[in-house]
Each structure stands twice: as structure tokens, then as C-alpha cells.
């Protein structure tokens, strides 16, 4: 069964670092793409950013471009999304998802992780 | 970036209706179109990808079509599980891009 799960919920300060991971299991974690989403308060979707385990190749959306990096560890199939220096905008909910090869689209998702950004 | 706009942002309907949610995307992103319902506090769920096809183990109420940059996602005969937000997603280029989202609510 695959199966996406993500890290518990952070609250934190503006200025401070944060890493939330999303582990894999159930598939071959090296032949899927996994990307970021976030929600913020009350909106929409919005695409952060993907990461191919076999490689490592990223892509970010301009809007975060530099504000958050994507990472892996193999080892342990897990998907990493950090920061180094948090923002009140922060604020969100951040969900992992799986993306099937040739379709392209997020298939399985992870449960959520809300980060909560307040001084 | 490539826009996506859907309509309408909340939609008001009866259980046993059917209803219509559309999608407009700034240029053509031929079928490369993505439907995701989205519940309360949980993650989202694929519906629909390339624009028509069906997700595996996703009822056939459910029924996607369009291509270019028109796209409609149609629910036949509403339940009570399907009030929900649904959203589009394109992924013809990256950045992928969703609509705002359309709140299917009870009348």
C-alpha cells in the first residue's frame, strides 16, 4: 500500500528554521517524483516545488524560489521541506504528494503538516 | 506562469443535482488537466486526469472534458460525500498551476 507520511504539526517563530519530511513507503521511491503543496488559511492549492529522488533534479515555483529547498534522503525514502528563516506568511498547511510518471499528476498525498508562524 | 481561472467560486445545489464546474486556463495546455476533490481537514484525492480520464476506484458520476483551454468537471446526480471543493490543475509547464478552487455547498 503506498503511503505518504508526513511529520506533526510545528509552531514557530519568525527568523527561526524549520525542516518537515514527508517518509514514502509502498513503491519504489527512487522512480517518482514527489511534490510540495500548500494551503494556506482558509485558500487554495498552490504548487511549491517537486523533487526526483533518482537524481535529485528540483524545480521550484518563482513564488518560493529561494525561499524554501526541497530535499531527500534515499536511505530512508523521505522528502524534506525547509526553511531558513520563517516568515508570519509561512503559515500553512503543507502536503506531500506523489506524481505518476507519464501522467503527471499527484496521485497519493500525504496527510498535511501545518506550520504555524507567529512571534 | 500559466493561469487558471474556474467557475464559479461556490455553487449552490440540492442532492440529485448535476452540476457543472469550468475551468479556463490562460494558453492552451492541450489535455494535460488535473481534477482533485478536497474535503474539510483532509488532503486532496485525484479525480480526473488528462482532462477525461477517469482515477481508478473514482465513481463514474464523476465525468471530465475539454481540451485547449476550456475544461469542465461534471458530477451527476449529487450525494451528500460530494459537497466538497474541487479544484483544477494543469501540468502542461511548470510551475503547475490550480484554480482557486469551487465550493460545491448544499442549497
Known amino acids: 500500500e503506498v503511503q505518504l507520511v508526513q511529520s506533526g504539526a510545528e509552531a514557530k517563530k519568525p527568523g527561526e528554521s524549520l525542516k518537515i519530511s514527508c517518509k514514502a513507503s509502498?513503491?519504489?521511491?527512487?522512480?517518482?517524483?514527489i511534490g510540495w503543496v500548500r494551503q494556506m488559511p482558509g485558500k487554495g492549492l498552490e504548487w511549491t516545488g517537486i523533487i526526483y529522488p533518482g537524481d535529485s533534479d528540483t524545480k521550484y515555483s518563482p513564488s518560493v524560489q529561494g525561499q524554501v529547498t526541497i530535499s531527500i534522503d534515499r536511505s530512508i525514502s523521505t522528502a524534506y521541506l525547509q526553511w531558513s528563516s520563517l516568515k508570519a506568511s509561512d503559515t500553512a498547511i503543507y502536503y506531500c504528494a506523489r506524481q505518476r510518471p507519464g501522467a503527471r499528476v499527484l496521485d497519493y498525498w500525504g496527510q498535511g503538516t501545518l506550520v504555524a508562524v507567529s512571534s | 506562469d500559466i493561469q487558471m481561472t474556474q467557475s464559479p467560486s461556490t455553487l449552490s445545489a440540492s442532492v440529485g443535482d448535476r452540476v457543472t464546474i469550468t475551468c479556463r486556463a490562460s494558453q492552451s495546455i492541450s489535455s494535460w488537466l488535473a481534477w482533485y476533490q478536497q474535503k474539510p481537514g483532509t488532503a486532496p484525492h485525484l479525480l480526473i486526469y488528462e482532462a477525461s480520464t477517469l482515477e481508478s476506484g473514482v465513481p463514474s458520476k464523476f465525468s471530465g472534458s475539454g481540451s485547449g483551454t476550456e475544461f469542465t468537471l461534471t458530477i451527476s446526480s449529487l450525494r451528500p460525500d460530494d459537497f466538497a471543493t474541487y479544484y483544477c490543475?494543469?501540468?502542461?509547464?511548470?510551475?503547475?498551476?490550480f484554480g482557486q478552487g469551487t465550493k460545491v455547498e448544499i442549497k
Open positions: 490543475q494543469q501540468y502542461e509547464s511548470y510551475p503547475w498551476t
Open positions: 509502498g513503491y519504489s521511491f527512487a522512480d517518482y517524483w
